[in-house]
């Protein structure tokens, strides 16, 4: 695993010009701005691997309070979404058989990524698309209360979702090209 690439850099970009600068996730710019996101790649290709390494960062996150959340990108071998979505069924089956259930869930981000009953094509899409497979690593205590905290939580899918079918597919296809390293816009 590393931590400064050229995916941490790209899943970085996408975290402040997409999800913090479009208030995808308004939870988002706090963490940015106390630099408490963590950011690791697992470049292992092997489901086994993967979920070695998964379970590394989570016991990582248990030794490193001040680290709010982590996201763990996976720049190769989860490319198809579907492979992918069953990465996540067993990384949720790793937070169970370790004792994490309560301590840590589960956010997934790819860039295919397509909502049930979505067509592929649609922008709604896109709230959950990223550079790469992603699997976010979220603090459950820290989410509780951030929710908590937030008035109408439930609204921010629905926001998202009318702000997507809004802007549209080529808005969102042209703002990740703008993450990738070499396309970025100051």
């Known amino acids: 695993?590393?931590?400064?690439?050229?995916?941490?850099?790209?899943?970085?970009?996408?975290?402040n010009k997409v999800i913090m600068k479009y208030n995808i996730?308004?939870?988002?710019?706090?963490?940015?701005?106390?630099?408490?996101i963590r950011y690791i790649c697992?470049?292992?290709?092997?489901v086994k691997q993967v979920l070695k390494d998964f379970l590394s960062e989570c016991e990582y996150l248990d030794n490193h309070p001040d680290t709010e959340t982590t996201l763990f990108v996976l720049p190769r071998g989860f490319e198809g979404f579907y492979h992918y979505l069953d990465l996540v069924d067993l990384a949720n089956d790793k937070l169970l058989e370790n004792d994490y259930e309560?301590?840590?869930?589960?956010?997934?981000?790819?860039p295919d990524y397509c909502f049930d009953g979505e067509p592929q094509d649609s922008p709604t899409n896109y709230t959950n698309r990223s550079?790469?497979?992603?699997?976010?690593?979220?603090?459950?205590?820290?989410?509780?209360?951030?929710?908590a905290e937030y008035n109408e939580p439930e609204s921010i899918p629905e926001r998202n979702i009318a702000f997507a079918e809004r802007k549209g597919t080529e808005f969102f296809t042209a703002l990740l090209?703008?993450?990738k390293v070499g396309n970025e816009i100051k």
């Open 1 to 15: 695993m590393q931590e400064q690439s050229e995916y941490h850099i790209e899943t970085a970009n996408w975290v």
């Open 42 to 46: 697992s470049e292992n290709t092997k």
């Open 131 to 147: 550079p790469y497979p992603t699997i976010h690593i979220i603090r459950e205590a820290s989410m509780e209360a951030a929710l």
């Open 25 to 36: 996730c308004p939870f988002a710019r706090r963490e940015v701005e106390n630099n408490s």
């Open 102 to 110: 309560g301590v840590y869930q589960l956010a997934s981000f790819h």
């Open 177 to 179: 090209k703008q993450c």
